[in-house]
């Protein structure tokens, strides 16, 4: 028999095994070599569906990838990717400063130094990650940092993307993984988009001992609390697969009918561009439920739904590759993944191979084997961003200003996007301040760093000030002649009733 058919035969009895659901209070011994094959599944997974998704990055927005449209694969990819393209890793070089920080300290590492960890690192990062770093370097620490109110960007998929190491850590415990996703997740995020995090940690530590999709993305939902955005869309995603059950693409459709509106990312709100966790989770389990535990017709599809094309596979991949272990990855995958297994990952002193064998050290393996009691799911407390706000007006200024700039908008909060852009040839590291006024009084003094690793995302955010009819004023307090601000959009919202 054919080692692909054989792999096929397996992965059909182990599917039919868990049609009673998971049995928890059981305690579970796992053996190393066993475990060993599932962190490396997991692990080598992700890489692979991130880099299998990412020439189709926010490409399609709003649209599905057509199947004319081939998935580009050949032996040396991820090769070639991880040395022209290391940005593309954000998924993987994240969780591993993380994994770094317990392996100097212990899983259980004050939050500070995760913080501290993160903001100094030296990769370029986007979203909710680039503004918790601001605000971190800038005197707003943990939690605040991720804090709606603060952080523009809560509820994006930056935790989710980066949690798929907690619940590789957390073998059949959920409730643990939470815990850490609780510290871990409020850097960068909160509401919608720590649950992202949650919930895939979850997918990855009921993967550990059940092999039933279906099953493992019902029981890892109950983590979330009901009533939320996010429980509602993954509850959703079961409902319409049941309802279309050979059909992705209608369920894929009339999830975009209820879930395509951001209300929070400012470059995403009415737009097509989606980068929440809410949505982009959606497609994560489309292609789970869907691929049917084949590998690359899960990548596919989670790829197809588009937006982040390359963060969907990552997890969806990254699930299966703990599910089946690693020598149930294809060949061409693995042998793609093989060649980079060695070399340390971008941005971190780590490669794949020794990210394996540090999961393993963490996790407590005594006498060749690991035990653990297997966790029921145990939501996690409700939490909501930008509750009660919608926007109202979003307005293009293109507005570029040397020494002040005033504005004026009806609503209760506002959000501009805006820059430091350099127009001479000055090579310091010029950081503008600026000072802003709203109705005439002083409410923040801040820097804008020109350098992209340590830039604010937006120009300016403020939440929940009183509706009425407002005047924003910033001033550039150290104008120089080699720089412009510019204030490229502005977003307002205001009370939803």
């Known amino acids: 028999m054919k080692k692909s058919l054989y792999i096929a035969f397996a992965l059909t009895l182990v599917l039919a095994s868990c049609s009673e659901g998971i049995e928890y209070g059981k305690t579970v011994t796992i053996s190393e070599d066993v475990l060993m094959d599932k962190i490396r599944g997991g692990w080598f997974a992700q890489t692979i569906g991130c880099t299998y998704g990412g020439p189709t990055e926010f490409k399609y927005k709003g649209g599905l990838i057509p199947d004319a449209q081939p998935m580009i694969w050949y032996d040396n990819y991820i090769y070639d ?52 770093r ?24 930056d935790f989710q993307i980066e949690a798929d190491f907690i619940g590789m850590l957390c073998p059949g415990q959920p409730v643990k993984a939470a815990a850490l996703a609780d510290r871990i997740g409020h850097i960068m995020n909160y509401g919608d988009g720590w649950y992202g995090g949650v919930f895939v940690s979850a997918l990855y530590a ?13 029981e890892a939902a109950k983590m979330i609390p009901e009533g939320t955005r996010f429980r509602r869309c993954v509850d959703d995603v079961l409902r319409l697969w049941k309802k279309y059950p050979n059909d992705w693409k209608q369920c894929w459709f009339e999830l ?23 949505t982009n989770s959606a497609y994560v389990l489309i292609g789970l439920l869907y691929g049917e535990g084949d590998f690359e017709k899960t990548m596919e599809i989670s790829t197809r739904c588009g937006q982040d094309s390359d963060c969907n596979p990552a997890s969806a991949a990254g699930v299966l590759g703990v ?28 490669s794949l ?13 005594q006498d060749g084997q690991l035990s653990f009691t297997v966790e029921a799911p145990q939501p996690v407390r409700w939490e909501q961003s930008f509750e009660g706000l919608k926007p109202v007006a979003k307005t293009v200024l293109k507005k570029r200003f040397s020494d002040s700039l005033t504005l004026e908008f009806d609503g209760n909060s506002v959000v501009v996007e805006g820059s430091v852009v350099k127009t001479g040839h000055d090579e310091s590291d010029y950081t503008a301040r600026l000072r802003a006024y709203l109705d005439g009084e002083l409410v923040e003094e801040w820097l804008m760093p020109v350098d992209y690793v340590t830039r604010k995302y937006e120009l300016f955010s403020r939440y929940c000030f009183g509706s009425g009819h407002h005047t924003l004023r910033f001033e550039w307090l150290n104008p120089h002649p080699d720089y412009v601000i510019n204030a490229q959009t502005m977003l307002v919202y205001d009370n939803e009733n």
């Open 134 to 157: 601001y605000n971190i370097l800038n005197g707003r620490p943990a939690p605040e940092s991720g804090y709606w109110k603060y952080n523009p960007h809560a509820d994006d998929i």
């Open 206 to 218: 009921y993967a550990y001992v059940c092999d039933d999709i279906p099953t493992i993305v019902r």
């Open 353 to 365: 191979n020794e990210v394996c064998l540090k999961n393993l050290e963490l996790m407590g393996v």
């Open 81 to 132: 990717t991880f040395i022209a393209d290391p940005g593309l890793f954000d998924d993987v070089y994240m969780d591993l400063t993380f994994l770094e920080v317990m392996c100097d300290m212990g899983i259980d590492a004050p939050v500070e130094e995760y913080a501290n960890r993160f903001a100094n690192a030296d990769y370029y990062l986007w979203h909710a990650n680039q503004a918790a």
């Open 256 to 278: 975009e009918k209820l879930y395509s509106h951001e209300i929070g990312c400012p470059e995403g709100v009415w737009n097509c561009f989606n980068i929440e966790a809410v």
């Open 323 to 350: 599910i089946y272990g690693y020598d149930a990855i294809p060949e061409k995958y693995r042998k793609g993944a093989e060649m980079i297994a060695d070399l340390p990952f971008p941005f971190t002193s780590l």
